[in-house]
């Protein structure tokens, strides 16, 4: 098993090389950068993309101007050439690149363009509330969907099996911005209940609570967001588990068990469980990293939360390209050791699995 960790983890290197050359490259090619940004704040247009829907008549008209960018115009060409210096544009990009990978090494994720403070500064700012959706999303959805799915494979084909799968499919089928909105409109004070708040991660007078109250309005504030980030994972993850199980069901060893006279729990629990969650675990990193990365966006939006989600958002909209790629490689680390992580668990649960074997 060590040596299987061991090319796993030479892997990473490569991979992850792989994942910021390819998106380093695709940035090159995208309209509207950092100083572009800021030459249309200078102007009082609002931001680039404005000038690039509007104008083309006038980009057109100024295509054999001298100037680099679209709308600088006016502006004294040792000012662009200053902010071509300030943020790295006067090199070329081989060598912006290598010197973004060499910081990388040393840990150093460089400062945002436009916050003024550090990438991981920024990140642990951003952390707990993605952590709480994420956190607790997963492991509501686990809890309910394991003993759901286990329930429903059991019960095969009954009544029970048929009302909950198309409960299922339906939750499945709401969107997760719409099931947001909906918990808003029914138990915010939208339309209906005036229950739980209707934004931020906890009250204004947070500091003031005692450690019970401070939990209390913590739980408070994070019901609504967990619930609709939890939605889709749930209804995969239910059905997930109950064909686990139904795969099991109908073999062999099985029916062998249940010859021997062993109860139908010992069977179920003591046999079949470890086979069929096998699946179920290996599908744990890409849950989490769902939850955690892709739905956050929505739903911070939705609830005002200030999370990665909406920095995500926000650095690629101005083009903050410490940001976006300092959270890449950072992120896109967590995912490939979570991957590892996963392996690791096959092994934990079922000692016969030996990936050494099974690569050579």
Excluded: C
């Amino acid at each position: 098993m060590g040596a299987y960790i061991l090319r796993r983890l030479l892997l990473v290197l490569p991979t992850l090389l792989g994942i910021m050359i390819i998106n380093f490259a695709l940035v090159q090619f995208v309209p509207g950068g950092p100083i572009e940004q800021i030459i249309a704040q200078q102007q009082g247009s609002g931001d680039v993309f404005s000038g690039i829907s509007g104008g083309g008549s006038e980009i057109e008209a100024d295509a054999s101007a001298s100037e680099s960018y679209a709308g600088s115009r006016g502006l004294p060409p040792e000012f662009i050439a200053e902010l071509e210096r300030e943020f790295g544009f006067d090199k070329p990009p081989v060598e912006r690149f290598l010197g973004m990978l060499w910081n990388y090494m040393r840990l150093d994720f460089g400062e945002s363009y436009f916050r003024k403070i550090g990438v991981m500064e920024l990140v642990w700012e951003k952390m707990p509330v993605s952590i709480s959706l994420g956190l607790w999303s997963t492991l509501i959805a686990y809890l309910i969907s394991i003993p759901l799915g286990i329930r429903k494979a059991v019960k095969d084909g009954s009544r029970f099996d048929t009302w909950t799968s198309g409960a299922i499919i339906a939750a499945y089928a709401i969107p997760g911005f719409l099931f947001a909105i909906l918990l808003l409109v029914l138990f915010a004070g939208g339309s209906y209940w005036q229950i739980f708040p209707l934004r931020g991660l906890t009250s204004d007078n947070f500091e003031d609570l005692s450690l019970l109250g401070k939990v209390g309005d913590y739980f408070w504030h994070i019901t609504l967001p967990v619930i609709a980030s939890t939605i889709s994972a749930f209804a995969t993850l239910t059905l997930l588990t109950k064909n686990s199980f139904l795969d099991e069901i109908k073999k062999h060893y099985v029916m062998t068990a249940r010859a021997k006279g062993l109860s139908e729990s010992k069977v179920l629990y003591g046999h079949i469980f470890r086979n069929a969650m096998l699946i179920v675990i290996a599908g744990f990193p890409a849950v989490f990293i769902s939850v955690f990365f892709s739905g956050s966006l929505i739903i911070e939006t939705i609830f005002s939360l200030d999370g990665l989600g909406r920095m995500g958002f926000e650095a690629a909209v101005a083009r903050d390209y410490p940001v976006i790629f300092g959270t890449l490689f950072v992120f896109g680390l967590m995912s490939l050791v979570v991957g590892i992580i996963s392996d690791l668990m096959y092994v934990l649960v079922d000692p016969r699995i030996d990936f050494e074997k099974r690569v050579g």
